[in-house]
C-alpha cells in the first residue's frame, strides 16, 4: 500500500528557480528517504534524513522533516534543466517487512 | 564499482506464459529487493532476498516468486501472466538484510499482450 503521498503531483518552473516538494505518510517511520527517476529508469538515491532529524541538506537539495505532522518537504534550489525528473519520497519503518513504502511521487518539469 | 543490472531491458510476452527477470547487484551487496512500479499503484515491494532466502514479502499473489544465488544475484519469475502485470520491475541492492538506502537498477519493462 502506498504510505507516502507527494504534493503537487506535477510542478513546472524555470530554470533557475527553486522547486519545493512535499510528502506526508500515515505511520511512524524510522527514515524518510528521497529519490529521482527520469524518464521510467531506475531510481536514484538522493538524501535520506532520519527519524530525530528535522533537516538535512545535499549540494543544492534541502531536506525537512516534522515527525508531529508526519511530513516532509524537498526543496531544489537554482533548479536546473536536469533536474527535469519524478521525485519520490519513501519511508522506511525500520522493520524491514514491507520494504520501503513509496509515495505516487511528483512530476517535476524545469522550462529552460 | 559497477552499478545494479538487470536483464533483459525489455520483454514482450502474452497472457498465460510466464516470464524470469534477472539482477546483479553491486559487488559486494548481498540484499536484493524487487519492486513493481505501474501507473495505477505506483511503487509496490514484491519481496527481499538475503543470503539465498526470502526475509520479507510484499502484498502479491504466489505467481510472483523470486530466488537468490550464492553470488547474490538475483532472479524473479511471474506466471500465468495477466494484462495487469505489464509494470516496470526495479531490483535494488543494498549491501545489508534491510539495507536503508537501496541502489536500483535500471529496471525491466514488462508489456503483457
Known amino acids: 500500500s502506498q504510505q507516502g503521498e507527494e504534493d503537487p503531483q506535477a510542478l513546472s518552473i524555470q530554470e533557475g528557480e527553486n522547486a519545493t516538494m512535499n510528502c506526508s505518510y500515515k505511520?511512524?517511520?524510522?527514515?524518510l528517504q528521497w529519490y529521482r527517476q527520469n524518464s521510467g529508469r531506475g531510481l536514484v538515491h538522493l538524501i535520506l534524513?532520519?527519524?530525530?532529524?528535522r533537516e538535512k541538506h545535499s549540494g543544492r537539495l534541502r531536506v525537512t522533516l516534522d515527525t508531529s505532522k508526519k511530513s516532509s518537504s524537498l526543496l531544489i534550489t537554482a533548479s536546473r534543466a536536469a533536474d527535469t525528473a519524478s521525485y519520490f519520497c519513501?519511508?522506511?519503518?525500520?522493520?524491514?517487512?514491507?520494504?520501503?513504502?513509496f509515495g505516487k511521487g511528483t512530476h517535476l518539469i524545469i522550462q529552460p | 564499482k559497477a552499478g545494479v543490472t538487470q536483464t533483459p531491458r525489455y520483454l514482450i510476452k502474452t497472457r498465460g506464459q510466464q516470464v524470469t527477470l534477472s539482477c546483479s547487484p553491486i559487488s559486494g551487496h548481498r540484499s536484493v529487493s524487487w519492486y513493481q512500479q505501474t501507473p495505477g499503484q505506483g511503487l509496490q515491494f514484491l519481496f527481499e532476498y538475503f543470503s539465498e532466502t526470502q526475509r520479507n514479502k510484499g502484498n502479491f499473489p504466489g505467481r510472483f516468486s523470486g530466488r537468490q544465488f550464492s553470488n547474490s544475484r538475483s532472479e524473479m519469475n511471474v506466471s500465468t501472466l495477466e494484462l495487469g502485470d505489464s509494470a516496470l520491475y526495479l531490483c535494488?541492492?543494498?549491501?545489508?538484510?534491510?539495507?536503508?538506502?537501496?541502489?536500483f537498477g535500471p529496471g525491466t519493462r514488462l508489456l503483457v499482450l
Open positions: 519513501a519511508t522506511d519503518d525500520g522493520g524491514g517487512a514491507d520494504g520501503l513504502t
Open positions: 505511520t511512524s517511520i524510522n527514515n
Open positions: 535494488a541492492s543494498s549491501p545489508i538484510q534491510g539495507g536503508e538506502t537501496q541502489y
Open positions: 534524513i532520519r527519524s530525530n532529524e
